[in-house]
Protein backbone atom coordinates (compact mmCIF):
# COMPACT_ATOMS: atom_id res chain seq x y z
CA UNK A 1 0.00 0.00 0.00
CA UNK A 2 2.56 2.24 0.59
CA UNK A 3 4.70 1.74 -2.01
CA UNK A 4 2.20 2.03 -4.75
CA UNK A 5 0.99 5.38 -2.84
CA UNK A 6 4.90 6.91 -3.08
CA UNK A 7 4.92 5.62 -6.83
CA UNK A 8 1.46 7.53 -7.61
CA UNK A 9 2.75 11.06 -5.55
CA UNK A 10 5.80 10.42 -7.75
CA UNK A 11 3.97 10.11 -10.72
CA UNK A 12 1.86 13.07 -10.28
CA UNK A 13 5.23 15.03 -8.82
CA UNK A 14 6.87 14.54 -11.84
CA UNK A 15 3.84 15.76 -14.40
CA UNK A 16 4.08 18.87 -11.71
CA UNK A 17 0.65 18.51 -10.18
CA UNK A 18 -0.62 18.47 -6.72
CA UNK A 19 -0.68 15.48 -4.62
CA UNK A 20 -4.22 15.22 -3.55
CA UNK A 21 -6.27 12.17 -1.87
CA UNK A 22 -8.25 12.47 -5.32
CA UNK A 23 -5.94 12.35 -7.58
CA UNK A 24 -3.56 9.92 -6.07
CA UNK A 25 -6.91 7.18 -5.79
CA UNK A 26 -7.44 8.06 -9.73
CA UNK A 27 -3.70 6.88 -10.51
CA UNK A 28 -3.71 3.90 -8.15
CA UNK A 29 -7.50 3.24 -9.68
CA UNK A 30 -6.22 3.52 -13.36
CA UNK A 31 -3.06 0.98 -12.00
CA UNK A 32 -6.06 -1.40 -10.36
CA UNK A 33 -3.82 -0.96 -7.44
CA UNK A 34 -6.59 -1.50 -4.71
CA UNK A 35 -5.14 0.10 -0.86
CA UNK A 36 -7.00 0.76 2.05
CA UNK A 37 -8.56 3.96 2.27
CA UNK A 38 -6.58 5.77 4.94
CA UNK A 39 -3.36 5.35 2.36
CA UNK A 40 -3.75 8.43 -0.06
CA UNK A 41 -5.42 10.52 2.09
CA UNK A 42 -2.59 10.22 4.32
CA UNK A 43 -0.21 10.39 1.64
CA UNK A 44 -1.39 13.59 0.43
CA UNK A 45 -1.45 15.27 4.03
CA UNK A 46 2.29 14.39 4.50
CA UNK A 47 3.59 15.89 1.26
CA UNK A 48 1.24 18.80 1.50
CA UNK A 49 3.52 21.69 1.00
CA UNK A 50 6.65 19.38 0.41
CA UNK A 51 8.77 20.31 -2.87
CA UNK A 52 8.57 16.40 -3.76
CA UNK A 53 11.00 16.93 -6.82
CA UNK A 54 13.77 18.90 -4.51
CA UNK A 55 13.43 16.01 -1.59
CA UNK A 56 14.05 13.40 -4.18
CA UNK A 57 17.13 15.17 -5.78
CA UNK A 58 18.57 15.52 -2.47
CA UNK A 59 18.41 12.19 -1.27
CA UNK A 60 22.25 10.97 -0.44
CA UNK A 61 23.69 14.17 -1.31
CA UNK A 62 24.05 14.44 2.71
CA UNK A 63 22.90 18.37 2.29
CA UNK A 64 20.24 17.72 4.84
CA UNK A 65 22.12 16.48 7.19
CA UNK A 66 24.71 19.69 6.91
CA UNK A 67 21.99 22.15 7.44
CA UNK A 68 21.05 22.05 10.89
CA UNK A 69 24.53 21.76 11.67
CA UNK A 70 25.05 25.21 10.09
CA UNK A 71 21.76 26.99 11.07
CA UNK A 72 22.61 25.93 14.24
CA UNK A 73 25.72 27.68 14.44
CA UNK A 74 23.91 30.83 12.17
CA UNK A 75 21.72 31.02 14.58
CA UNK A 76 24.72 31.45 17.53
CA UNK A 77 24.50 28.20 18.92
CA UNK A 78 27.73 26.40 19.86
CA UNK A 79 29.11 25.14 17.14
CA UNK A 80 31.66 22.74 18.59
CA UNK A 81 29.23 21.25 20.78
CA UNK A 82 27.58 20.83 17.26
CA UNK A 83 30.65 19.03 16.17
CA UNK A 84 31.73 16.94 19.37
CA UNK A 85 27.77 15.40 18.57
CA UNK A 86 28.64 14.60 15.43
CA UNK A 87 31.61 12.50 16.06
CA UNK A 88 30.28 11.25 18.60
CA UNK A 89 27.32 9.17 16.26
CA UNK A 90 29.98 8.03 13.97
CA UNK A 91 31.99 5.91 16.59
CA UNK A 92 30.97 2.24 15.71
CA UNK A 93 29.52 0.28 18.67
CA UNK A 94 31.49 -2.56 20.12
CA UNK A 95 30.08 -5.89 19.19
CA UNK A 96 29.51 -8.10 21.95
CA UNK A 97 30.80 -11.72 21.68
CA UNK A 98 27.86 -12.90 23.49
CA UNK A 99 25.84 -12.54 20.66
CA UNK A 100 28.14 -15.11 18.62
CA UNK A 101 28.11 -17.36 21.72
CA UNK A 102 24.29 -18.03 21.03
CA UNK A 103 24.47 -19.09 17.68
CA UNK A 104 26.06 -22.27 18.46
Do not use: H, R
Not at 2 to 27: F, M, P, Q, R
Not at 49 to 72: E, M, Q
Amino acid sequence: DELACTYAALILADDGISVTDEKLKTILNAAGVSVEAYWPGLFAKALDGVDIKDLVSKVGSGAGAAAPAAGGAAAGGDAGAADSAAKEEKKPEPESESEDDDIG
